[in-house]
């Protein structure tokens, strides 16, 4: 291990989310960035795990999982490799970004022209360039942290209208059940509850609606009555 072998530093607290860290990018890094990424999960919140994963990272946060390749230092003579690699993950990743620290101006360069030389498509998948290892860090954990809350925001938004569309539909369900004379608010959420859809009550019994509920015999008649007989439910009625 460049730097030399240390113990790793972790302080490691639940909540917000976790981070995967895999065992192989681990092994090859200083300590002292490996002590960085405890100490900066740590302070977001964010669990540690070591694994053997095929992204060097993945964060869970927010029900969305968010790969990331990382590379520290940008070297153009690794490049085919790093790319290869590339490809390969972003088919297996829908959620992948690739982190490259470029301290220099030279390195900047040598990343961009080998970026074309090996035919990346734009934004399939991300690349974030840092300028130093501990940014990059930074940057993967916004990245994750901003998917997560949008993702969030979906999730909420989503049963927001499905909250919407079972109020409006509980309302047409008591707006038909009470037109029936002589059943009520009360009647139509006791039959809403004991035995569940309009089509489900049109085919209850009146020992079933009298077992099920407590609606009086006359009621449940005229539940039955009211679903079975043309003539009951055409005729004119006086509420």
Known sequence: MPGGIAPFVLL???GRGICMMSTAWRDK????????????LAA?????????ISPDFIFNNGGLSVA?????SWDCGNAAAVFSRVNALKRQFKNLYVVVAVPTVEQMESFNQSYFKYG????????VPANDPEMGFEMMLKIAHARGVCKQQDISSTMRNEREEAVQSMDAYI?????????????????????GSIEA???????SILESTDLSRDKAETIVRFF?????YLSPKIN
């Open 120 to 127: 990346m498509e734009l934004g399939c998948p991300t690349f």
């Open 175 to 195: 707006r038909v059940l009470t037109s029936i004379p002589g059943i009520d608010d009360h009647d139509a959420n006791m039959l809403a509850q004991a035995i």
């Open 68 to 72: 990331f390749i990382f590379e520290t």
């Open 12 to 14: 490691v607290v639940e």
């Open 29 to 40: 890094q200083d300590h002292h960035l490996i002590n960085f990424i405890g100490a900066f």
């Open 228 to 232: 079975r007989d043309p003539q009951f």
């Open 201 to 207: 009550i049109a085919k209850a019994s009146e020992s």
């Open 44 to 52: 977001n919140s964010y669990r540690l795990n070591f694994l053997s």
